[in-house]
């Protein structure tokens, strides 16, 4: 099993900047990729950004630069860099780790909130 654990979420004005953490244990033998899922109330959740095992990225739309994903690899630690914070990045957000090519992610933090408010 892989535990991914969060940090770094909470209240932060409009134009304002926060870094999440994922710290991931547990038996990690096979990771493609790690990325960062959110979900706001009423809507679905969606990907945000991912980081794969070959240090290529992707980024939805929404967040192009704006964020950033990066890892510590000797860590086991992913981080999201978020600048420019606007109120629609507000939800909860969702550390998340993919073991194959395959779509879908196997594994989910317990997520955290960010809110983008005045």
């Known amino acids: 099993q892989v535990q991914l654990v969060e940090s770094g979420g909470g209240l932060v004005q409009p134009g304002g900047s926060l870094r999440l953490s994922c710290a991931a244990s547990g038996s990690i033998y096979n990771f493609y990729a790690m990325g960062w899922h959110r979900q706001a109330p009423g809507n679905q959740r969606e990907l945000v950004a991912s980081?794969?095992?070959?240090?290529?990225?992707y980024y939805a739309d929404s967040v192009k630069n704006r964020f950033t994903v990066s890892r510590d690899n000797a860590k086991n630690t992913v981080y999201l860099q978020m600048n420019s914070l606007k109120p629609e990045d507000t939800a909860v957000y969702y550390c998340?780790?993919?073991?194959?090519?395959?779509?879908?992610?196997?594994?989910w933090g317990q997520g955290i909130q960010v809110t983008v408010s005045s």
């Open positions: 980081i794969a095992i070959g240090g290529s990225t």
């Open positions: 998340t780790l993919k073991t194959t090519v395959k779509p879908g992610y196997d594994y």
